[in-house]
């Protein structure tokens, strides 16, 4: 598959040097936007690990991710600030209308939801960023919009 291309293809590049695990699994998500199972295979194989040892790495670090993310990136964020304005509120919001957890994406593969930890915006707090844009003062009804837009 062309996954398993690439993956062997980063191997072969970065699997001799100290400590490769962390800089191909960079790699490949670099290139393939996650690390697939096919994938996790591939560099278990080529480093003499196990398929679990690699795949407890993956899910240690919330920056990798095993599918895809989704088509819009909601982040909202989970530091103090917000955390005292209503942002534990806004963040369940937002599960639940994704119907999905931090670091994972909803069914139709439009929403990713990630945490953030400050956007700069305490004075305005809680917010949100989607797609890289940052919202302020962000209620469960201003977030509905916001995604019922994006959806558009
Ligand atoms: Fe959320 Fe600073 S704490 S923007």
Same mark, same amino acid.
Request: hydrophobic content about 40%; charged content about 20%; overall charge negative.
């Given at each position: ?18 400590? $490769? ?5 960079? =790699?490949?998500? #670099?290139? +393939?936007?996650?690390?697939? /199972? %096919?994938?996790? &295979? ?19 670090? $919330? ?5 895809? =993310?989704?088509? #819009?990136? +909601?982040?909202?964020?989970? /530091? %103090?600030?917000? &955390? ?69």
């Amino acid at each position: 598959s062309p996954a398993v291309a690439t993956t062997a293809r980063i191997l072969a590049r970065l699997k001799d040097q100290p400590g $490769p695990l962390l800089p191909v699994l960079h =790699a490949v998500q #670099h290139e +393939l936007g996650c690390i697939p /199972a %096919e994938a996790v &295979q591939t560099i278990a194989e080529a480093l003499n690990l196990s398929r679990a040892e690699v795949h407890g790495v993956i899910t240690f670090y $919330p920056h990798f991710r095993s599918e895809p =993310a989704g088509r #819009h990136t +909601l982040e909202v964020c989970r /530091a %103090e600030s917000c &955390q005292a304005m209503g942002g534990e509120q806004l963040a369940a919001h937002a599960r639940q209308a994704l119907g999905c957890d931090f670091h994972a994406s909803t069914r139709d593969g439009d929403f990713t939801l990630e945490p953030v930890y400050c956007l700069g915006l305490c004075a305005q707090s809680p917010a949100v960023m989607l797609d890289g844009q940052p919202h302020a003062r962000v209620t469960p009804a201003k977030l509905d919009r916001l995604l019922h837009r994006a959806r558009e």
